[in-house]
């Protein structure tokens, strides 16, 4: 019998306001005294934890102390019984109570605790008497109506502490989110949470409309319980804009709907209001007493931040009347009441709140980083072991390739049959050059391509959800709704395909490097094309090794326009060129150390008729004495296995192929400075220039 009492204690308003969400409903005053009889009897865990939470939210905003007490009672019985969504709810209430009475610390805290849980799918299980959040809805609804309520309640708290970037935030989420549910409670709450951002901006007209939306939503779901704290709210814009009379109607409904609802909180707010409001017209004694009485209130349920406003009000009032002395008391009451609220101490354990909250962001990147690396690093060894299986075939055809060389000397009368086997092997090295090169790209392109595929798999998840919950609609025959959705499918699906085209442009990009050159020559944006083979050889770069950075300069002359090459074969010249770059500065970087900047600049010039690509390091340099040979077939100066010795030859062959020329420079600070001087010239750097004819 007795568990038939507290249920119908709990439970009674659910027949009387149906279409309230069930976690905003309050028990009156008889039912919480019901409650704390039921309380001191043997009851199970389940019951005694949703007695408590009740008991808590009576005394939310009529005694902030008396709260806390109820739901620091609730909280481990959540805990123990293992309702994650109840938990959540716990932790929302104890930062709401513990935000009143000014421990901050706390208060941010116990809101992140919530909201970790609510945004845990896996708290849509186990939801003992679902209908106190849901209203008979699913659990879906249930855990989003949770996590949309901490938000709009965390950015009072980020207000109070004037963190207006992350309040703005997280009131903008929780209209996302309640939107998505079409909760209209938390909007009533949430859209007043706007109001009040748009009212600190000065932007009068906008927090009027957010205002008016927050007690329409209320309206609609006949939810008054801070509808008076939206008549306050305009009252103020009211006064702002000298229109006193406006001003107290709005005060005086708000103080009305204040103590209909029994919101103690709130009814402290509009006598300060008020007591703002006769000091701006003249009436001094109506305003001191409304002051005093806003104050009295407020300590009574000991909410910390309406009284700094009560003696604020007061300062001002005592001021206006000249009375100095009076005025100089509570101004200090004033700075003595905020520095104990946000004196060092307390400042940086809110700090260290949000400090850590953010370190556990980071740990959690930090592992699906890892986990992605270790696929990629899987990827790349496979990708490493065929390489090494090309490159020993290389090296085993530049044996064969010298042999052959030799056998020419020797065998003057097999001169045609061995020249078409050197031609052969060139082809097959040339090819297996390509492939190379190719290689190099496959990480670099890989980067490029994931982002719009994961827009497509983003959008597509959407979209699965949107159709579901159009269907749902077409059942209930909401078809305006329906229409809505369909216009978000629609949406979706334009970015899919934008996105789509994205990558496949990317693919065609890889397959047009990748296939055998046509030899077709056709107009090219070399300023896009150096831009391109820049970026894709970075990230290739940076995928293998992540310690690997370098600054990278480009300045390209817009004056080019198109010109006529073969854009793979100038692609792969380019390519070349700027890999060489990277590896000798990252070499040289291993050599200095922290005191050295590595840098490569990519640059495009028109000049005398002619194009000029460049491509500088700030790496060792050139060797004088082997600056003739850097051209010629299989010479490299990498270790062993690192380099073919095919990648400048066959640039060198490709430009020639252009009818232009590939030069190359090593540089010195110092003209006067004589090629002799090798080891001042060496540390200076090199320069590539591929000369082009227009």
Same mark, same amino acid.
């Given at each position: 019998?007795?568990?038939?009492?507290?249920?119908?204690?709990?439970?009674?308003?659910?027949?009387?306001?149906?279409?309230?969400?069930? %976690?905003?409903?309050?028990?009156?005053?008889?039912?919480?005294?019901?409650?704390?009889?039921?309380?001191?009897?043997?009851?199970?865990?389940?019951?005694?934890?949703?007695?408590?939470?009740?008991?808590?939210?009576?005394?939310?905003?009529?005694?902030?102390?008396?709260?806390?007490?109820?739901?620091?009672?609730?909280?481990?019985?959540?805990? #123990?019984?293992?309702?994650?969504?109840?938990?959540?709810?716990?932790?929302?209430?104890?930062?709401?109570?513990?935000?009143?009475?000014?421990?901050?610390?706390?208060?941010?805290?116990?809101?992140?605790?919530?909201?970790?849980?609510?945004?845990?799918?896996?708290?849509?299980?186990?939801?003992?008497?679902?209908?106190?959040?849901?209203?008979?809805?699913?659990?879906?609804?249930?855990?989003?109506?949770?996590?949309?309520?901490?938000?709009?309640?965390?950015?009072?708290?980020?207000?109070?502490?004037?963190?207006?970037?992350?309040?703005?935030?997280?009131?903008?989420?929780?209209?996302?989110?309640?939107?998505?549910?079409?909760?209209?409670?938390?909007?009533?709450?949430?859209?007043?949470?706007?109001?009040?951002?748009?009212?600190?901006?000065?932007?009068?007209?906008?927090?009027?409309?957010?205002?008016?939306?927050?007690?329409?939503?209320?309206?609609?779901?006949?939810?008054?319980?801070?509808?008076?704290?939206?008549?306050?709210?305009?009252?103020?814009?009211?006064?702002?804009?000298?229109?006193?009379? %406006?001003?107290?109607?709005?005060?005086?409904?708000?103080?009305?709907?204040?103590?209909?609802?029994?919101?103690?909180?709130? %009814?402290?707010?509009?006598?300060?209001?008020?007591?703002?409001?006769?000091?701006?017209?003249?009436?001094?004694?109506?305003?001191?007493?409304?002051?005093?009485?806003?104050?009295?209130?407020?300590?009574?349920?000991?909410?910390?931040?309406?009284?700094?406003?009560?003696?604020?009000?007061?300062?001002?009032?005592?001021?206006?009347?000249?009375?100095?002395?009076?005025?100089?008391?509570?101004?200090?009451?004033?700075?003595?009441?905020?520095?104990?609220?946000?004196?060092?101490?307390?400042?940086?354990?809110?700090?260290?709140?949000?400090?850590?909250?953010?370190?556990?962001?980071?740990?959690?990147?930090?592992?699906?980083?890892?986990?992605?690396?270790?696929?990629?690093?899987?990827?790349?060894?496979?990708?490493?072991?065929?390489?090494?299986?090309?490159?020993?075939?290389?090296?085993?055809?530049?044996?064969?390739?010298?042999?052959?060389?030799?056998?020419?000397?020797?065998?003057?009368?097999?001169?045609?049959?061995?020249?078409?086997?050197?031609?052969?092997?060139?082809?097959?090295?040339?090819?297996?050059?390509?492939?190379?090169?190719?290689?190099?790209?496959?990480?670099?392109?890989?980067?490029?391509?994931?982002?719009?595929?994961?827009?497509?798999?983003?959008?597509?998840?959407?979209?699965?959800?949107?159709?579901?919950?159009?269907?749902?609609?077409?059942?209930?025959?909401?078809?305006e709704d329906v229409k809505a959705i369909a216009k978000d499918v629609s949406d979706n699906e334009e970015?899919?395909?934008?996105?789509?085209?994205?990558?496949?442009?990317?693919?065609?990009?890889?397959?047009?490097?990748?296939?055998?050159?046509?030899?077709?020559?056709?107009?090219?944006?070399?300023?896009?094309?150096?831009?391109?083979?820049?970026?894709?050889?970075?990230?290739?770069?940076?995928?293998?090794?992540?310690?690997?950075?370098?600054?990278?300069?480009?300045?390209?002359?817009?004056?080019?326009?198109?010109?006529?090459?073969?854009?793979?074969?100038?692609?792969?010249?380019?390519?070349? %060129?700027?890999?060489?770059?990277?590896?000798?500065?990252?070499?040289? #970087?291993?050599?200095?150390?922290?005191?050295?900047?590595?840098?490569?600049?990519?640059?495009?010039?028109?000049?005398?008729?002619?194009?000029?690509?460049?491509?500088?390091?700030?790496?060792?340099?050139?060797?004088?004495?082997?600056?003739?040979?850097?051209?010629?077939?299989?010479?490299?100066?990498?270790?062993?296995?690192?380099?073919?010795?095919?990648?400048?030859?066959?640039?060198?062959?490709?430009?020639?192929?252009?009818?232009?020329?590939?030069?190359?420079?090593?540089?010195?600070?110092?003209?006067?400075?004589?090629?002799?001087?090798?080891?001042?010239?060496?540390?200076?750097?090199?320069?590539?220039?591929?000369?082009?004819?227009?």
């Open positions: 019998m007795k568990y038939l009492n507290i249920f119908f204690c709990l439970l009674s308003p659910l027949f009387s306001i149906s279409q309230v969400n069930p %976690l905003y409903l309050e028990p009156t005053k008889k039912q919480a005294d019901s409650l704390g009889i039921e309380l001191r009897k043997e009851i199970n865990d389940t019951l005694r934890m949703l007695a408590y939470r009740e008991l808590s939210l009576f005394y939310l905003d009529i005694k902030s102390d008396s709260a806390l007490f109820f739901i620091e009672k609730d909280l481990p019985l959540a805990k #123990k019984l293992n309702l994650k969504l109840w938990e959540a709810d716990a932790y929302d209430l104890m930062g709401l109570t513990t935000r009143n009475l000014g421990d901050y610390a706390r208060s941010l805290k116990s809101f992140n605790a919530a909201l970790e849980i609510a945004k845990n799918t896996d708290c849509e299980k186990n939801i003992w008497n679902i209908e106190k959040f849901t209203n008979g809805k699913l659990p879906q609804f249930a855990r989003l109506s949770m996590l949309a309520t901490i938000q709009s309640d965390v950015s009072g708290l980020y207000s109070i502490t004037e963190n207006y970037d992350k309040q703005l935030k997280s009131v903008q989420n929780s209209i996302q989110v309640a939107q998505s549910i079409n909760d209209n409670t938390i909007l009533s709450q949430a859209t007043r949470g706007l109001g009040e951002i748009y009212f600190r901006q000065g932007k009068w007209d906008l927090a009027l409309a957010a205002y008016k939306r927050s007690i329409n939503y209320s309206k609609e779901v006949r939810y008054y319980k801070y509808e008076g704290g939206s008549f306050l709210r305009i009252g103020n814009i009211y006064l702002k804009q000298r229109l006193p009379k %406006l001003a107290l109607e709005n005060y005086l409904i708000a103080s009305q709907s204040n103590i209909e609802t029994n919101n103690l909180s709130g %009814l402290g707010e509009v006598h300060i209001a008020l007591a703002n409001y006769y000091n701006t017209i003249g009436k001094n004694d109506s305003a001191l007493y409304y002051a005093k009485s806003g104050l009295g209130i407020n300590k009574n349920i000991r909410n910390v931040s309406g009284i700094i406003f009560a003696y604020s009000a007061l300062v001002t009032i005592y001021k206006s009347q000249k009375q100095s002395d009076s005025a100089l008391l509570f101004l200090q009451l004033v700075t003595d009441t905020k520095d104990s609220l946000l004196s060092l101490t307390k400042i940086k354990q809110l700090q260290n709140v949000g400090f850590d909250e953010e370190l556990r962001l980071q740990e959690l990147e930090k592992n699906r980083i890892e986990t992605k690396s270790k696929i990629r690093t899987y990827g790349m060894l496979a990708g490493i072991t065929v390489l090494s299986i090309v490159g020993l075939l290389l090296y085993r055809n530049n044996r064969q390739k010298q042999s052959l060389n030799l056998i020419l000397k020797e065998q003057k009368d097999k001169v045609e049959s061995t020249l078409e086997q050197l031609k052969s092997t060139q082809s097959q090295l040339i090819q297996s050059e390509k492939m190379a090169s190719l290689g190099e790209l496959t990480a670099g392109i890989a980067h490029e391509i994931q982002n719009p595929l994961n827009f497509v798999n983003n959008f597509s998840e959407v979209n699965k959800e949107l159709l579901a919950e159009l269907n749902e609609e077409i059942d209930k025959g909401n078809y970015k899919i395909n934008y996105h789509g085209k994205r990558a496949d442009a990317i693919v065609k990009g890889m397959l047009q490097h990748s296939r055998r050159n046509s030899g077709i020559k056709e107009p090219t944006d070399i300023n896009a094309l150096a831009d391109e083979y820049l970026r894709l050889a970075y990230h290739g770069l940076r995928a293998k090794d992540k310690s690997f950075n370098v600054s990278m300069i480009t300045d390209y002359d817009t004056s080019i326009g198109m010109i006529t090459v073969i854009p793979q074969d100038m692609g792969r010249v380019i390519l070349n %060129l700027i890999t060489n770059a990277f590896y000798v500065v990252d070499e040289k #970087k291993k050599q200095t150390g922290a005191n050295y900047e590595p840098t490569v600049t990519v640059s495009t010039k028109k000049a005398n008729g002619k194009i000029e690509i460049s491509v500088k390091d700030n790496g060792n340099g050139i060797p004088p004495k082997i600056l003739d040979k850097i051209f010629q077939p299989f010479f490299t100066t990498k270790p062993t296995g690192q380099g073919t010795g095919l990648g400048l030859s066959l640039s060198y062959d490709i430009v020639k192929a252009h009818g232009g020329e590939l030069t190359v420079e090593t540089h010195t600070t110092d003209e006067s400075v004589s090629v002799a001087q090798t080891k001042s010239i060496e540390k200076q750097g090199s320069s590539f220039t591929i000369i082009l004819p227009i």
